[in-house]
């Protein structure tokens, strides 16, 4: 099972990067797919969640309007476009795969190795 993201980097406050995640190993197209960061010294947290039939899609506060997740399930691949990047966006990007139980619980999940993101002036 691999989950192999791609796409981070440094970017000037106000610009935009699109995050790649790439899956191999399970049945990518049954799994919910998320996306954490997490910044020095602070805990990991959500950044945004789709499930795995694509439907509706969550984001933390700090995100809604910004980001966005989408998923191509031919390509096994998640993404998160993310516009209007400020300071406090940096950190860690990790993608997170989970096959979810009909009431939402996570049975199996994998974790990709993370992508650094830098915004920075």
């Known amino acids: 099972v691999q989950l192999v993201e791609s796409g981070g980097g440094l970017v000037q406050p106000g610009g935009s990067l699109r995050l790649s995640c790439v899956a191999s190993?399970?049945?990518?197209?049954?799994?919910?797919m998320s996306w954490y960061r997490q910044a020095p010294g602070k805990e990991r947290e959500l950044v945004a969640t789709?499930?795995?039939?694509?439907?509706?899609?969550n984001y933390a506060d700090s995100v809604k309007g910004r980001f966005t997740i989408s998923r191509d399930n031919t390509k096994k691949t998640v993404y998160l476009q993310m516009n209007s990047l400020k300071p406090e966006d940096a950190a860690v990007y990790y993608c997170?795969?989970?096959?979810?139980?009909?009431?939402?619980?996570?049975?199996?999940?994998?974790w990709g190795q993370g992508t650094q993101v830098t915004v920075s002036s």
């Open positions: 997170k795969a989970d096959f979810l139980t009909p009431d939402g619980a996570s049975l199996v999940h994998y």
């Open positions: 190993g399970f049945t990518f197209s049954r799994y919910a």
């Open positions: 789709m499930p795995s039939t694509g439907g509706s899609t």
